[in-house]
């Protein structure tokens, strides 16, 4: 199978590991929630942890750990670890479900901002250390600026589709970059382009925000 | 309540791991019937160290590993009927389990933000999928071929799995560009995954 619209190798084994970094795991969580076979990749590395947890060091449990995992199962104090899981009830069946719960409403109801002509942005999360997690929406027929990849970079199509260099990304597809590829994304007409998009790195003066915005505020 | 341990070191590796891993789906099956405590007992005595050393090479203090390894053998027990012998080992299994759990607490105490891990999981587990199904063999494979991996290869996938490191901050520790610990990591993924696509 052609891997350029699955998972790096690379990033399987980091999702695997649980060291992929935040933003980049949930775009490879909601890739994985719709492709069976990156879901099958993921497994296959999951095995390696496994085989690292067997023959790893072991540290002697505390006196009495085995009794008190037994009275915390009798008095079924044990609750479903506590996270926002069910705090949105109500997912938008047309997204997978890791992009459903961060966003917290259905994609049409998104408050999208402008970055240009013809391109809405709607960030999701930006952090001090210079990782962000966002989504574009690209009017049909729309051209963006050619543009590198800073650090490590992944988009995944949530609705429509774009062509590039590469081929022709839709829904589910990944893309997955090394930071040298420049590419050039035409939206295909018809419907708008949705895309979630996770950088590790600051945007970087060749990255796709920077350009986009370069009309705008002149850097 | 003495308990025989699940296994010896002796063979705990090379021809000891095949009959393990049917031990160990045994056991968890046991408990997931018939709430067997002492199948679990066994399963906590063989798994319980590793993942609180597991735990601590991770970085977390001797409290939070033992924290976190009541909270993965309490999941163990409440969701062992959900483990599906075709879609892994049970050491697998309860490395994922762990991890996730792992990751939720880092989450929670707000240094590390991570979606939960485990949607995929429960989503869009579709049996009928490509879904490979990994033969009992997988756990004795996999850690030969660990075995034999070039140095610089199982660096970095030690790296990432057992020292929690990103690429980026392997890169940084090991003075080589990204773009390396990326390449080292795809050419051991690909050895490896030739070995779990052979006992397909």
Known sequence: ?219 | MVIAPAVTDGNRRKSGTNSQAELFARLLNDVAERRDRQAFAQLFEHFGPRLKGFMMRKGANAELAEDLVQDAMIAVWNKAGMFSPGKGSVTTWIYTIARNLRIDRLRREGSRYFTDIDDYEEASDDPASDEIVISKQQDLAVTEALDVLPSDQREVIVMAFMDDMTQSEIADKLDVPLGTVKSRMRLAYRKMGTVLEDLR
């Open chain 1, 1 to 219: 199978m052609k891997t350029d619209f699955h998972l790096d190798d690379a990033t399987v084994v980091a999702y695997a590991a649980g060291s992929l970094s935040n933003c980049l795991s949930v775009v490879a969580a909601s890739h994985i929630a719709m492709c069976d076979h990156c879901r099958a990749r993921v497994r296959r590395a999951e095995a390696v942890g496994a085989a690292l947890l067997e023959t790893g060091e072991r540290q002697q449990l505390q006196p009495g750990a085995l009794s008190s995992v037994f009275e915390r199962i009798d008095g079924s104090d044990w609750v479903q670890p506590k996270s926002d899981r069910k705090a949105f009830r109500d997912p938008d069946p047309s997204l997978p479900l890791p992009v459903s719960r961060l966003l917290g409403q259905k994609l049409d109801d998104v408050p999208w901002k402008t970055a240009a002509p013809g391109v809405g942005i709607h960030v999701i999360e930006k952090n001090p250390d210079g990782s962000s997690l966002y989504m574009l929406k690209v009017r049909p027929g729309h051209k963006l600026p050619d543009h590198g990849h800073a650090g490590q970079e992944m988009t995944l199509i949530l609705r429509g589709a774009y062509r590039d260099q590469i081929g022709r990304f839709a829904r589910g597809d990944v893309a997955d970059l090394d930071e040298d590829i420049e590419h050039q994304p035409v939206i295909e007409e018809g419907e708008d382009c949705i895309c979630l998009i996770a950088t590790e790195a600051p945007a970087r003066f060749k990255g796709l925000v920077p350009r986009l915005l370069q009309p705008i505020v002149g850097i």
